[in-house]
């Protein structure tokens, strides 16, 4: 079976599967495992260098909205037709954040008429781990798909038993900068996992731009700064977004030194399996309980400047 992933967790998901080796076609932003995907032919571009400019600029050219108006993906559908995908797994849940279902329809015409498109739309951590199943049940391997589900289950379970009874701060998460933006869907039932109160989003949620009082009413215990599509680095290039705000200092979780910018892309903007241990880092981040392996650097950081 020939598998193109047009969407980085389902490339994610691919991987859980232990079918990695039958993509023959992915987006330049699927990058996990790096191992497995180096060489699988890329059939998606950017039509914005997001690496020089800032979060306001990236905002304004997509409409405004980290979640509608144009995508910030070009998908090459010749390059698709030549490689004779079996299945295209994509998405119809964010139309900035990859190609959507729509435009991968819209190609369809150029593919085999026996070619699967699948579309995936988790919104809440659930969801997420049922699209392994979803998947897996297309590919062939339905029991192996239920077996991984189970398992991570089984971390999410170990990770709410090494916080359970600890006092439960309140965490505002963001995942854009600027405008400002909490971080929804599955993202607040992550801090949940990990023995923390979400605030101003909700299991689920489709969330929308918000105010910084909006934030500075919330008087939050810890902040996580998870950008999407941000990873570390980039996101501390733009850490002045935050800390020039007024009254940011007066913050309790600036106070307490709890502002922690993580890596959104690999954890947290992706619905895919490493949701999983995004739970297990926000864990460490808020109680510093080991709920899986040690959390390195490159999975969390604390705000510089603090």
């Given amino acids: 079976m020939r598998i193109v992933s047009l969407l980085p967790a389902a490339t994610d998901i691919v991987a859980e599967l232990g079918l990695s080796a039958r993509l023959v076609g992915r987006t330049h932003e699927c990058d996990w495992p790096p191992d497995e995907v180096a060489q699988v032919p890329v059939v998606t571009g950017a039509d914005l260098d997001q690496d020089t400019l800032t979060s306001r600029e990236i905002s304004d050219a997509v409409g405004g909205s980290a979640h509608s108006g144009s995508s910030l993906y070009t998908l090459d559908t010749e390059a698709l037709a030549a490689l004779r995908p079996d299945v295209v797994l994509t998405q119809d849940l964010c139309e900035v954040c990859a190609v959507s279902y729509a435009r991968v329809s819209g190609a369809a015409r150029l593919l085999d008429a026996d070619t699967r498109v699948l579309s995936l739309e988790p919104r809440t951590l659930d969801d997420v781990l049922d ?176």
């Fill in 131 to 306: 699209c392994l199943v979803t998947v897996g049940e297309l590919l062939g391997v339905p029991e192996r798909a239920r077996a991984r589900r189970a398992a991570l289950r089984a971390r999410l379970d170990r990770v709410r038993s090494a916080v359970a009874g600890r006092g439960r701060p309140r965490v505002v998460a963001l995942e854009w900068l600027d405008p400002l933006w909490p971080a929804g869907h599955w993202v607040p039932e992550q801090i949940a996992a990990a023995g923390g109160e979400p605030l101003l989003a909700a299991p689920g949620e489709h969330t929308a731009p918000m105010t910084w009082e909006a934030v500075r009413s919330a008087r939050p215990d810890a902040v996580l700064v998870l950008p999407c599509g941000f990873p570390p680095e980039r996101t501390l290039r733009e850490a002045d977004l935050l800390t020039a705000l007024p009254g940011w200092a007066e913050l309790p979780a600036v106070r307490s030194g709890r502002v922690w910018v993580l890596d959104g892309p690999a954890h947290f903007n992706r619905p895919g399996p490493r949701v999983v241990r995004g739970a297990e880092v926000l864990a460490q981040v808020l109680h510093g309980v080991r709920a899986g392996e040690a959390v390195t650097p490159a999975e969390a950081r604390p705000l510089p400047g603090r």
